[in-house]
């Protein structure tokens, strides 16, 4: 069974911070990766998705790499800004199966 | 990106009756859809799986009699939360899968439903 771990749980960062979002899982089999974000009260926001042939992808400030032999993605968040504070999931497909989450990690960016 | 809806996007209801949540997929057919639950600074825990035309696929320790799910069409899933309680109370989002990218199917989100039983 898929098991999606995210370290860390929480990160409170100074505005203006590189910070790196971990995402591990278990099974290696996935066809791609999704980084979400999610703000609070509210649905997710599709940040960028890695396709299992893929090693990154980038959007903007943002930059996911994806290598698929040893479980693990990580999520480049360049320059913070306030805005940025929100929590993030990262979330696996392997197939014709739902989406496995993470438990995400709360980013706090302080002005 | 597809578009998911789903409403309503808030509702309180008294404990013991029932609600109805839905979910849209506004500019594809999704075949398979599929709802998740979300308890306060948790992750999404999904709940089932709803597939157009056939019975939905549940979660171990979901209780089907409880969350009455209905795919009747390729746009629409339904979620019923019967006789609710305090306990149900919880952020309930959906998703649909877009056929069209193949064995890259992405899931696209609905922005949940928000729902407060008193």
């Known amino acids: 069974k898929q098991e999606v771990t995210q370290i860390p749980a929480a990160l409170s960062v100074p505005e203006g911070e590189n910070l790196v979002l971990n995402c591990s899982f278990t099974?290696?089999?996935?066809?791609?990766l999704q980084w979400f974000r999610q703000d609070p009260g509210k649905g997710l926001t599709s940040l960028l998705l890695?396709?299992?042939?893929?090693r990154e992808q980038t959007s903007g400030r943002l930059n996911a790499s994806l290598d698929k032999s040893s479980g693990r993605s990580t999520l480049y968040i360049a320059a913070s800004q306030p805005g940025d504070s929100a929590t993030y999931l990262c979330a696996v497909n392997s197939g014709n199966t739902p989406l496995v989450f993470g438990k995400g990690t709360r980013l706090s960016v302080i002005a | 990106g597809a578009v998911v809806s789903q409403h309503p996007s808030w509702v309180i209801c008294k404990s013991g009756t029932s609600v109805k949540i839905e979910c849209r997929s506004l500019?594809?057919?999704?075949?398979?859809m599929f709802w998740y639950r979300q308890f306060p600074k948790q992750s999404l825990m999904l709940m089932a799986t709803s597939n157009e035309g056939s019975k939905a696929t549940y979660e171990q320790g979901v209780e089907k009699d409880k969350f009455l799910i209905n795919h009747a069409s390729l746009t629409l899933s339904t979620l019923t939360v019967t006789s609710a309680h305090p306990e149900d109370s919880s952020f309930y989002i959906c998703?649909?899968?877009?056929?069209?990218?193949?064995?890259?199917?992405?899931?696209?989100f609905g922005p949940g439903t928000r729902l407060t039983v008193l």
């Open positions: 500019d594809f057919q999704a075949t398979t």
């Open positions: 998703s649909a899968r877009d056929p069209r990218g193949g064995l890259y199917n992405e899931q696209f």
């Open positions: 099974d290696s089999a996935i066809y791609n």
């Open positions: 890695i396709q299992s042939s893929q």
